[in-house]
């Protein structure tokens, strides 16, 4: 039988109605005689709003806190009592959560202080409570569900809000509680995101790491195929808030998604690829609320692309940093012992560029900058400034085809270029702008290279039915 891991993210378990489209959509499956394993997000947004109840705590808003919490709990009974028909002990074990949850908030609000390894606790609470939510609105609807703790399969090391997972322990809690479930054809339901250390204290893979789960259980388990269930049709050629011209990208491959969701398209995961790629399981990114659209298939080989670019990915609140010593910069160690610095506060560096008296360099972080600035000041000259954004155009081969910066920088003549990378990739061209032009750019770049799209790799369809809407 063919297994499939199907993560569906916060939108597609928001609220009643998000729930039972998800149930119906895996029941569809368990129809097809497939065999799914179900990973999920907290429900929309909670992940922000426990942040939130975390941080008032640690500033001693205790009351703030609370007020956060009463109302996630109150949202989360609710949820369940739509969907369970005698919800008593559903609600009795989300009452219980909550109220380990209050115990904790009102002890930050004491010490205040805000550990990453206390937000990651505080934040664990939304994907262990939807998931219970969703296995038990599952099993209302006839499918065999059994909840599964993330925390017993996802092993981690203890970096806590970045956690990094142990591929080789996962693989064998996967086959010691997820694969005899799946043997007894149950549907083992997760929560994404939330993982612990080997000591069984709770971590989280970051920011969005609910498509990171679903990837690694896929790997684990040698999934025939891992599904994207999200809130748009699929990859599009770029965010379609931006821009709503935006077209779904039928096919990509392996390495172009993996750019476009490190350079910011946040409909991925970044590391959500790597699991995949090693086992080669190919990757579906689908659409909860319109589930009979075909969405993204992302596969080891793309099929050729006739348009020189596949997306356009934009990465925001970025600073840019310039490092300028005329005197030492070509002198040997110099470029060493700036990565050194970054590495010492560690601060990825997602661009750099050198001339002859400086460097420049991007990075994420804001917070960790003056620190960095600090130390950097003890080799040379320093500037940072921030409120930058990074606009990536991947596609395949773009090193191989003439002419295509000069459109590139055609398309964006009117907006200032701060830096410009190309080469370090082959299927990636990426310039740093203004954070306050980026959505004008994208709309730009856009509009000149997806004017005449590829019908093999993208639906045409789609845009011809919005400019022609049926009579
Ligand atoms: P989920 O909660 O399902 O994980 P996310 O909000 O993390 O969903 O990701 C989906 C969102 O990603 C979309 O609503 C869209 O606005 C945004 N997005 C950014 N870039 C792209 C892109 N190239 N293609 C599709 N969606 C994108
Ligand atoms: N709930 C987590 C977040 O919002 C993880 C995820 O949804 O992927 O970041
Ligand atoms: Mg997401």
């Not at 597609?12 to 005689?33: F, K, L, Q, Y």
């Not at 109302?71 to 074990?93: M, Q």
């Not at 296995?135 to 925390?151: K, M, P, Y």
């Amino acid at each position: 039988m063919s297994l499939v891991v199907m993560k569906f993210g916060g939108t597609s378990v928001e609220d009643p109605a998000a729930i039972n489209r998800t149930a119906a959509i895996v029941a569809e499956r368990v129809a097809m005689g497939k065999q799914p394993v179900v990973v999920v997000s907290a429900l929309a947004k909670v992940t922000d709003q426990l942040l939130r109840a975390a941080a008032c705590a640690s500033k001693g808003d205790r009351t703030g806190a609370l007020a956060i919490s009463s109302r996630l709990r109150s949202r989360h009974r609710d949820t369940a009592a739509a969907l369970v028909k005698n919800p008593a002990e559903l609600i009795n074990h989300i009452d219980q959560k909550f109220d380990s949850l209050d115990e904790i908030l009102r002890g930050l609000a004491a010490i205040l202080e805000l550990t990453p390894r206390i937000s990651d606790l505080i934040v664990s609470y939304g994907e262990r409570i939807s998931s219970r939510i969703v296995a038990s609105a599952f099993s209302e609807r006839g499918i065999d569900a059994v909840h599964v703790d993330a925390r017993d399969v996802i092993i981690t090391d203890s970096q806590f809000q970045k956690a990094v997972p142990q591929d080789a322990i996962i693989e064998k809690r996967a086959a010691e509680k997820l694969r005899p479930l799946v043997d007894r054809s149950k549907v083992p339901v997760m929560g994404g995101f939330i993982g612990s250390n080997e000591e069984g204290i709770t971590t989280t893979l970051g920011r969005g790491g609910s498509d990171f789960t679903g990837a690694l259980i896929g790997g684990a388990l040698n999934a025939d195929a891992i599904e994207i269930w999200t809130d748009v049709d699929g990859i599009m050629t770029c965010d379609p808030r931006v821009c709503p011209d935006a077209l779904r990208v039928k096919v990509i491959s392996f390495e172009e998604a993996a750019e476009l969701a490190y350079f910011g398209a946040k409909v991925l995961h970044p590391a959500t690829i790597l699991p995949a790629v090693k086992k080669n399981i190919p990757v579906h990114v689908l659409n909860s609320r319109n589930p009979s659209n075909e969405g993204t298939r992302i596969i080891s080989l793309a099929p050729h692309c006739k348009s020189p670019f596949k997306s356009i990915a934009v990465k925001k609140k970025l600073s840019i940093i310039d490092v300028v010593a005329s005197r030492m910069l070509m002198t040997h160690g110099y470029l060493k012992e700036i990565f050194t610095i970054f590495d010492k506060h560690k601060c990825p560096v997602d661009m750099v560029s050198t001339s002859e008296v400086s460097v420049s360099l991007t990075v994420d972080s804001n917070d960790k900058l003056p620190a960095i600035a600090a130390d950097l000041s003890q080799l040379a000259d320093v500037k940072y400034e921030g409120k930058k954004a990074l606009i990536c155009m991947v596609g395949e081969d773009i090193r191989g085809q003439n002419g295509i910066a000069a459109q590139v920088f055609a398309a964006i003549r009117h907006i200032n270029v701060r830096m410009i990378s190309q080469g370090a990739s082959e299927i990636n061209m990426s310039f740093m702008i203004d954070e306050d032009d980026a959505d004008e750019a994208v709309r730009s770049l856009h509009a000149a290279f997806f004017k005449d799209p590829d019908s093999e790799i993208f639906d045409v369809e789609a845009r011809k039915l919005a400019v022609e809407p049926a009579s």
